[in-house]
């Protein structure tokens, strides 16, 4: 059983900064592969960003270079780096952890555990 929790959401102006931090527990959060999804009002959920168990990332490409996916394993926690946000990043923002995911690493079907979720606002 893994249980996640995140936060470090808000509301900023196009072109700011924040960190979403995704906090885990259960004794075999480290097996997984740990991945931050969004679903902006009335759009499916979206696969952002990938860690895989080795430590090895994926990043979308509407993301990529903007965002950053790391984790700190002595802290249990995840984090997603967002610089130059833009209004079309506004969404719910949820981590996630499931096994093996490999190559579909942005099927919400691949995924056993979701944390409740962490609200960004980006306004122009």
């Known amino acids: 059983q893994v249980q996640l929790v995140e936060s470090g959401g808000g509301s900023v102006q196009s072109g700011e900064s924040l960190r979403l931090s995704c906090v885990a527990s259960?004794?075999?959060?480290?097996?997984?592969?740990m991945t931050w999804f969004r679903q902006a009002p009335g759009k499916g959920r979206e696969g952002v960003a990938m860690?895989?168990?080795?430590?090895?990332?994926k990043h979308a490409t509407a993301v990529k270079g903007r965002f950053t996916i790391s984790q700190d394993n002595e802290k249990n926690t995840l984090y997603l780096q967002m610089n130059s946000l833009s209004p079309e990043d506004t969404a719910m923002y949820y981590c996630?952890?499931?096994?093996?995911?490999?190559?579909?690493?942005?099927?919400?079907?691949?995924?056993?555990?979701w944390g409740q979720g962490t609200q960004v606002t980006v306004s122009s």
């Open positions: 860690i895989d168990n080795l430590g090895r990332t």
């Open positions: 259960g004794h075999t959060y480290r097996r997984y592969d």
């Open positions: 996630a952890a499931g096994r093996d995911v490999r190559a579909w690493w942005q099927s919400t079907d691949q995924y056993t555990y």
